[in-house]
């Protein structure tokens, strides 16, 4: 099998960009020469091999949902102030915010012209395009109101675990479980086998971000590329937090509801935190729940017959499961 993220970057770096404004589109060239893990567009890929579609008919799907995430991180970096993505300056930092905002917004037009390839090709039925867009829209404003409820948290102290499931199954979880639909449908998959393809990118997503949590309390910070707390430090809400707040004593619960809302943690009440977690089991339980996530994604994926996309999804299932970054 040709790797996935070979053909999908040789796409996008070919894509018929306009010249000109060169302040509109020169941003965009930038960011997608940044590269990145591209595990959106495999999924659409590797899920249309996977129901016995040609991978090469879902490129323009692959290219939609990877300029569709694009055009998120674009904004995301807007709003966190981020200074680096990728290794890369930022846009909005490289040249300015209402560059990054045009550029993001001209990035949300071309991924929805590359879905549109499959209304205006004769090899795909109006009822599949009709699939294919729902599936498109329909995830695209669940990834604005995962965003929403984000933002929402920053200023709140009492979320609960529930919440910021339905949070990051929103803002990060359903953008993979629509590449995997995305792929199927494609394929001219049936119903079931779109469910089960949406399921496995769905599951994997709530772990991938549960996972990113943990990394970012633990990981080796020479591998995940950051220093180890910066959630904390920020004051973000995360799977480790609103486990810790609903499951530590009173008074630890109101020591660590203390730093999370300062949103300049010191190195020690890092530490602190990091052993409330510790020491109440926090990081046990998400280590479970991500476990648990990935083994019902394989359990979905068991569904389908053995082929070198099946393979290709219990890799990536793996990779993503044993991530340092």
Aim: hydrophobic share 40%.
């Amino acid at each position: 099998m040709t790797d996935p993220t070979v053909s999908i970057d040789h796409f996008l770096l070919n894509l018929q960009l306009p010249a000109q404004p060169e302040t509109l589109y020169e941003p965009i060239r930038y960011i997608l020469k940044s590269g990145g893990k591209r595990v959106r567009p495999k999924m659409v890929l590797t899920a249309c091999g996977l129901c016995n579609g040609n991978t090469a008919d879902a490129l323009h799907a692959a290219a939609a949902v990877e300029t569709l995430h694009t055009f998120t991180l674009l904004h995301d970096d807007i709003m966190d102030n981020a200074d680096s993505r990728r290794g890369y300056q930022t846009v909005h930092k490289k040249w300015d915010t209402n560059t990054a905002i045009l550029s993001g917004d001209a990035l949300f037009a071309f991924s929805y012209g590359l879905i549109d390839y499959y209304g205006k090709s004769p090899d795909y039925t109006k009822e599949q395009y009709a699939r294919l867009n729902h599936v498109f829209v329909d995830a695209t404003r669940i990834v604005c109101e995962g965003q929403a409820r984000d933002m929402e948290f920053e200023t709140r102290t009492d979320v609960s675990v529930d919440e910021y499931m339905l949070m990051i199954e929103q803002k990060t979880a359903t953008l993979l479980q629509a590449s995997m639909q995305i792929g199927a449908i494609i394929a001219g998959a049936p119903d079931v086998l779109i469910q089960k393809c949406g399921e496995i990118g769905l599951k994997a997503g709530i772990a991938f971000q549960i996972q990113d949590d943990l990394l970012d309390a633990v990981g080796d910070p020479s591998k995940f590329g950051k220093k180890p707390g910066g959630d904390i430090i920020a004051g973000k809400k995360t799977y480790l937090s609103a486990l810790a707040l609903q499951s530590a004593p009173s008074e630890i619960r109101a020591e660590l509801s203390l730093i999370l809302q300062q949103k300049k943690a010191t190195d020690q009440q890092v530490d602190f935190v990091i052993k409330v977690y510790r020491d109440y089991g926090v990081l046990e339980a998400a280590e479970n729940a991500i476990s648990d996530l990935y083994t019902q994604a394989r359990n979905a994926l068991s569904t389908f017959e053995n082929s070198i996309y099946k393979d290709e999804i219990n890799s990536l299932l793996d990779q993503l499961m044993i991530r340092e970054h």
